[in-house]
């Protein structure tokens, strides 16, 4: 990415210009952020096209066609305009690496993954299609593997008359070797081209090779019009799969929907995403990508968080690359940036709506003192604790990079520094109990008495917008795109994050609007899952608030749901793993052992492909592909709080009693390799408990005491 230069803009709608990200033959595609610090791709065209009122029409028509597109895999328009004569396209900013670049890198990839990969991007199809429109530049360089999936980025996925790209004004794009024949013709393009494509795109995949190759770009046309496709390094079984989608005609491919059927993958196979090398450079992405949205903000008593300027980022960025911009339309630009030289810009703004970007998360050493497996070898060192500051009925603890928010003892609500425990800031107007939930990973929303909901900016306490017409008895969830809460006589109500309006406002079932405080709720990908006390779960589509699916009751005690990409796990006497977006069954699990039958799993958490998770009484450890068990920790656990992953460790708490009798709160360390125990720390007796973990640290609640811990 490069600065901006002599003749670009700074503004383009709500989105603040900050590098340019690369060029074409009919415009620019520039990084910006909006007033909430979200990230776009902004694609421009170029001042001596943009007269051109015909082109201009054709180029905002493919963005306004382009939104149409509702599907997880493809890669957002989050909105178009004509601006000062300036047509503008903003599109969703992934981080990760291309499949291209993915191929390069680590070598073709296993069939389970290539099989993960169709089924995925055949869904996405489905979805483009059903909107009636066809992407026609299927290709590599546009999948993006996240790790949360495939994404398909620069659409020209308008109707076939309004393909326009950043390429050659009036250049029809066609990629050698995965054009279809009837596009490489010029005949007319319908949703079997996108198949054909799809074919050639599973055989790079899975070979590292072409389909069709040749010597110049004429000779790979004629071979895809002429010739058979190259499926050597193909298994057979795969082979058969993909032929048929490289049909010379249109008429002889399969329909996604089938392709999708036919290459279900086995269990596990979307962990491709999430584990080993391929995962960790997809962090790595992620990770830089977070850093274009990192700046210091001054705080009174707190140390100032080292980060990237805006120069030397930029600077940086041009160097080579870890972050893909999506959506552009000038294909995969890579970013990266390294380094600190002071302190990012931070510009201080009146606007409730102009959301400074996320700080980082200061990530604590790791304390290498752990010994053996022997429970007397050591503990925890106790970074820092508090006394008497929380609010012993506190929810919730809440860790937002740089603080923890909680329910304070002397009413409302506080942040305190997470290296030094130091006070940040105090909302003493917030009713705690309404519970608070963070935004963005850079505000908090919580509610007061009259249920106004309001939003402080996480690091500094600021104060920004507020919804006095969310009447919030509740806050439930957030996301990307709103605050979910309930409201004083039982109602769902959705409250946009970018201009504080309510978005929708549902009935909800009886059994719902009874519970209040006692129901739970996580938002991820499109869904609102809602948990009674007594285990009924209702799932929205955060659109519209229509109910997407429901699961009877199944249990009589406290059900936490959490998500990881697609999956959603519910506690209860059967722990379940279902799909977020339909609600089907991937696999369940009970607890085995005679003496725990009918007991229930405990809040289920999600990290480095397993689900930890206290059953029977002991923390366990299980694979999220089928539930199968990898150990049994052998400590007690309190089945009423999550087991957490954290460092290399399993964290669990426990109240047990000493050889004097008295009660103690136990603080239990497995190793999360092989379950086996590694660190005890012992704490007064406390009625009410919480923990969480984050950035290196795990913070435990002991009734109005606060307590944060080292990691190994």
Known sequence: MNPLGTGDPLRLGPYRLTGVLGEGGMGKVYVGQDATGTLAAVKVL?????????????????AQAAQAVHSAGVAAVLGAWTEGGRPWIATEFLAGLTLDQAVDTFGPLPEPAVRALAASLARTLVDIHAAGFVHRDLKPPNIVLTSTGPRIIDFGIARPEHGLTLTTTGQVPVTPGYGAPEQVLGQRVAPP??????????????????AFDGGHVAAVQYAVVHDEPQLTGLSPALAGLVAPCLAKSPDLRPVPAQIASAMAPPKGAEQAWRRGAFADAIKERERGARQLTTQVTGVPGAEPVPSVSRRRLLTGLAAGGVVVAAGGGAGAWWLAGRGSDGAAESPVSSDPFDIPPAVSTPEEALDKNIGGTSVTVGRPSVIWNLDDEADT???????????????????????????????????????????????????VAA????????????????????????????????DEDAV????????????????????????????????????????ARGRLVLVTANGKVLVLDTRDGSVAWTRPSTTDVSVTPAVDGDTVYINGPTLEARRLSDGEVVWTAKIKEPKYEGENWGPPTVADGAVYVCGGNYPRRLDTRDGSEMWRGYWVA???WPVLHQGHGAWSLDSTSSITSQKRLNVNTLRSSDGERAWRYQLPHADHQNLVADGNRVFVMADSAIYAFTVF
């Open 46 to 62: 170029k001042p001596q096209l943009a007269h051109d009122t015909h082109l201009a029409q054709r180029f905002v028509r493919e």
């Open 193 to 210: 081209a996108d198949v054909f494509s799809l074919g050639a795109v599973l055989v790079y995949a899975a070979t590292g090779r072409r």
């Open 447 to 478: 509610a007061d008495e009259k249920g106004t909901l309001y939003t402080y900016v996480a690091s500094t306490g600021v104060a920004k917008w507020t919804c006095p017409a969310a009447e919030a008895e509740t806050v439930l969830a957030a």
């Open 638 to 640: 309190d089945e009423n």
């Open 393 to 443: 009925y506190s929810p919730t603890l809440l860790t937002v990079r740089d603080v923890l928010v909680l329910g304070a003892a002397s009413g409302g609500i506080a942040a305190y520094d997470v290296r030094t425990g130091k006070r940040r800031w105090h909302a003493p107007r917030i009713r705690p109990r309404a519970s608070y939930v963070s935004l963005s990973d850079r505000l």
């Open 484 to 523: 979910y809460c309930v409201t004083k006589i039982g109602r769902v109500r959705a409250v946009g994050r970018a201009d504080a309006k309510v978005r929708w406002t549902i009935k909800a079932p009886a059994e719902f609007r009874k519970q209040g405080l006692m129901l739970t709720a996580s938002a």
